[in-house]
């Protein structure tokens, strides 16, 4: 993918979004805390299983004092099956404690802030720093990374290598919107294995970098 291309692509995605369901942080954007706590949920877990247990879990508890006050094996209760999930409700009250104890009960609006927090890495951060806040940020999961390299658009081989490159070559207006689009594509449309390549309106601008197998 030219540098040039990328413009037509979002546009693109951005149009054939439309027809795919919204990622599951997307519905719990509520408050930067539903937000925060929605992501950290959604970790190697389905969207399906993640949105179920958000709305359990907030149904409970919205606000980092609600959460504290919970008992862990009750936040483990509702918040299972997510995966790992006893060691989300231990992360999940320790974030509460240090929110109330650090923050004022607030959630940070700052990358370095809310990376000092227990759990939380730099796709949660930048998450949070963009759709909580709607502050320039680069949100990097297995979808973004894995696509942005399929396109040829990054060479990278981690997630943390893929945002630096997307911060020095993405054109700063698509930070925010980039996560959003290419879960939703990486969802529906180019799987990590056999992606659906005859039905993508984005085939003219792939290189196709390591796809052995396609649809």
């Given at each position: 993918m030219n540098d040039g291309d990328i413009h037509?692509?979002?546009?693109?995605?951005?149009?054939?979004?439309?027809?795919?369901?919204?990622?599951?942080?997307?519905?719990?954007?509520r408050t930067p805390f539903t937000t925060l706590i929605s992501?950290?949920?959604?970790?190697r877990t389905q969207d399906a299983t993640t949105m179920e247990a958000s709305r359990r879990l907030f149904a409970?508890?919205?606000a980092p004092e609600a959460m504290l006050a919970l008992r862990t094996d009750r936040i483990e209760r509702l918040?299972?099956?997510?995966?790992?999930?006893?060691?989300?409700?231990?992360?999940?009250?320790?974030i509460a404690g240090e929110l109330l104890e650090?923050?004022?009960?607030?959630?940070?609006?700052?990358l370095d802030a809310l990376l000092s927090l227990p759990g939380?890495?730099?796709?949660?951060?930048?998450?949070?720093?963009?759709l909580a806040f709607g502050k320039p940020g680069i949100a990097v999961d297995t979808h973004v990374h894995r696509i942005a390299n399929r396109w040829g658009y990054v060479a990278t081989r981690t997630p943390d290598q893929t945002e630096m490159a997307l911060r020095g070559k993405l054109p700063r207006?698509?930070?925010i919107a980039i996560n959003d689009l290419l879960v939703a594509f990486g969802q529906n449309l180019c799987k990590p294995l056999s992606p659906f390549c005859s039905k993508c309106a984005l085939a003219?601008?792939?290189?196709r970098v390591g796809v052995e197998r396609s649809r």
């Open positions: 037509h692509t979002i546009r693109i995605l951005r149009r054939e979004v439309r027809n795919w369901p919204v990622p599951a942080i997307g519905h719990y954007t992501c950290i949920l959604s970790l409970v508890a919205d918040i299972y099956p997510v995966a790992f999930y006893r060691v989300k409700a231990r992360t999940i009250k320790k650090r923050f004022d009960g607030g959630v940070p609006g700052a939380v890495g730099r796709k949660t951060a930048n998450i949070v720093v963009t207006r698509y930070w003219d601008f792939c290189d």
